[in-house]
């Protein structure tokens, strides 16, 4: 029997093109071929988020939405 995996994915602080400080939450999807894929989505700014704390905050619901996701079969991330 073959566990159920959760994924928490994580937040790290970045840089955008245009130079702003950033938080992201990056995450690993399991492809079809049982090979892991990358993915990452913008939360927001240091100036919206000031501290991890905040930003882990706001990356609950995209958390949420992988658990809810892990029982469907893989998709692209828009």
Do not use: H
């Amino acid at each position: 029997m073959q566990r159920t995996r959760i994924q928490r994915g994580g937040v790290n602080r970045d840089v955008s093109s245009s130079g702003k400080q950033i938080w992201v939450f990056r995450w690993r999807e399991t492809r079809p071929d049982g090979g892991r894929a990358p993915r990452k989505r913008v939360i927001g700014t240091l100036e919206e988020y000031p501290t991890r704390k905040a930003a882990e905050n706001a990356a609950r619901a995209f958390r949420l939405n992988l658990v809810d996701q892990g029982s469907r079969p893989w998709c692209r991330s828009p």
